[in-house]
């Protein structure tokens, strides 16, 4: 049988859905998480330990082909020593820069990637600058530790700032200029050996209070699309990336603005599961396998619609035709993602007439 | 969470492929199997017993919603017990009806569903009247535990038949009348609550040695899937039937005539996972519980092969642009079922081209 193995740290929907991607591989997966019956630990093995217990990791990297992981807020020490038993997958600097803000832009700026002005906060007096260079309003971002809009605050005067840094308790931090967008786009891009790249088609995103709710793909526009990708390109060359990579833009009359990285699988990426002819959770185990990637083409268009707070009962999603459910085996908790709904169509019209059916059954009123 | 709970007695591939179906749907499966390393039991829980311990086989059924089965030689006396703790679906003279041959013929004959013609073989004076009515070759056939091409022999006279008897020690058995096809065919369908029915399309099977080995869809020809969709809801009625239902044809000059039923998810629908909307063992889950099922639209041209006695490198096939790979987790062994491969295409002669590449890769010459 001799299947292959891979580590990852952390259990959460992700985890279980590249170790349910992993199964058909005859890849196995097994995880170290805190939760025994997190969304990974039911569906494979799992050693109950946190996420920087050094001896867990270890114990888990001896037993695996490979390592990865399926949190950015992992200890990106830990990672780094690992990788002397075993490959570590996203490479751990990836993970450095994508957790500190200020690192991220900093790349974003070294390899001419457009992203928002901004200015670093290290004290008072760079609060006066952030409003001089940037005008106002200033989003106020800590600079590590953020996720799902997390650790952020719009500030639109001086005084404002002063109290919005006093707010996320004088952390680090940077102020980014505000950036006007239309739309908010992610793409996911795939590396495997030897420089191997696919890229998905860019996704069009839709938040609420700073988490994704929905998620519409291909976003068509060959222009765009091409952009994205020599910037993918470029941040993966820097990192010698292996895995899935994904970085969301802004849309702004100029063109694309980056925004951030996460050198992961990516909830944007959930619709590829049955919207593409290979899922980003397959895609991202082949990669750090070193296995041939799969192909990236979507199947018509689709849509991915986050469940927050509550599960509807399967059966009412699934009496919408062409809809599949993914649970995620967590227990309700306001605004948790506890599962995701697919719709997928040739015609683009008949996917948005069944959205909408979608949205009214999960309760949204838009 | 208030997960639903099937129970399925059997942990081979289908169970397999049934629980890694379930996971996303919120649906836990768990097994009752001789082999605790099973492949089932590598990704679900499982009881390891005798598929007929009665005690094992009550206690699953205690612990679940619905209980199904993933093989057809399974012990029908203890799955009609097990009815009175929980609803068994398929219905358990459904199984019966499939492991018996001359039963199932009686019951396409009944049900006006063409047939080959044949004799019931119970003693040697049946062999001579086989002859007469049947003409040459004429098929024997065990009545009970045939599948995979076990217990049948052709016989060309009066004495080879005698003979062939013999060989099968002469246990009951049928007589079929030769039947001249172009090509074998199979239908799958699902039932679920109140007579809700789904079809797929026809598919294209290839078998060596009786065993399956390549499966294509959909066999497009809207006269032939309309003849035998009626037919299986005849069955479906008949058996007031839950889950998926196959039916294998032989296409004949004169049409569709019927071989055999198997009242489970088939290895000539395992192109369902990639080629279609929902995957058969998705819809076999819903059906069951009695939920809404899912559309059963293909995505384009698929093609199935099975890996039998050694699974090719999963490397070598995934090279195959547009392949996907499915290994069960069962040790090699002659002729085994080990795995199988898809490709999905919505050009069919690229298909062609590629099925090609992945004959050649698994070391199938045709």
Same mark, same amino acid.
């Given at each position: 049988m001799s299947a292959a193995r891979v580590g990852i740290v952390g259990a959460g929907q992700l985890g279980r859905m590249m170790a349910l991607a992993g199964y058909p591989l005859g890849i196995e997966c097994r995880f170290v998480d805190? %939760?025994?019956? +997190?969304p990974g630990g039911q569906v494979a093995p799992l050693r109950a330990a946190p996420l920087d217990d050094r001896d867990a990791l270890a114990a888990l990297a001896r037993e695996v082909d490979v390592l990865t992981f399926?949190?950015?807020?992992?200890?990106v020490d830990a990672l780094t020593e690992l990788a002397d038993i075993v490959p570590v997958y996203p490479p751990p600097r990836s993970v450095a820069i994508a957790q500190d803000r200020l690192a991220e832009k900093q790349l974003f700026q070294s390899l001419s990637i457009p992203t928002a002005p901004f200015v670093a906060i290290d004290g008072v007096a760079d609060l006066a600058r952030a409003g001089e260079e940037l005008g106002w309003p200033v989003v106020l971002k800590a600079?590590?530790? =953020?996720?799902?809009?997390?650790?952020q605050r719009i500030a639109r005067s001086r005084d404002a700032l002063l109290a919005a840094w006093d707010d996320l308790g004088r952390v680090p931090a940077i102020a980014e200029g505000w950036v006007t967008f239309e739309s908010e786009l992610s793409l996911i891009a795939v590396r495997g050996a030897e420089n191997a790249q696919v890229y998905y088609p860019l996704t069009e995103n839709k938040h609420r209070d700073g988490i994704l709710i929905e998620s519409l793909a291909p976003h068509e526009n060959p222009a765009l699309q091409k952009s994205a990708a020599r910037w993918l390109d470029r941040l993966m060359r820097e990192f010698d990336y292996r895995g899935v990579l994904t970085v969301e833009f802004f849309l702004t009359q100029g063109g694309l603005v980056a925004n951030e990285i996460a050198p992961r699988v990516h909830n +944007?990426?959930?619709?590829?599961? %049955? =919207?593409?002819?290979?899922s980003q959770f397959e895609n991202h185990l082949r990669a750090i396998l070193g296995w041939p990637l799969g192909e990236t083409t979507s199947r018509g268009h689709a849509a991915m619609l986050n469940l927050l707070g509550a599960l509807p009962a399967a059966t009412q999603v699934l009496a919408i035709p062409g809809a599949h459910f993914h649970a995620y085996g967590k227990e309700p908790r306001p605004?948790?993602?506890l599962g995701h709904c697919t719709l997928v169509d040739v015609r683009r019209d008949r996917l948005l007439t069944r959205l909408q059916a979608l949205r009214s059954v999960v309760g949204r009123a838009d």
């Open positions: 805190r %939760e025994a019956r +997190s399926d949190i950015e807020n992992v200890a600079r590590r530790l =953020g996720y799902d809009g997390r650790g +944007s990426g959930h619709w590829t599961i %049955e =919207g593409a002819e290979t605004a948790r993602k």
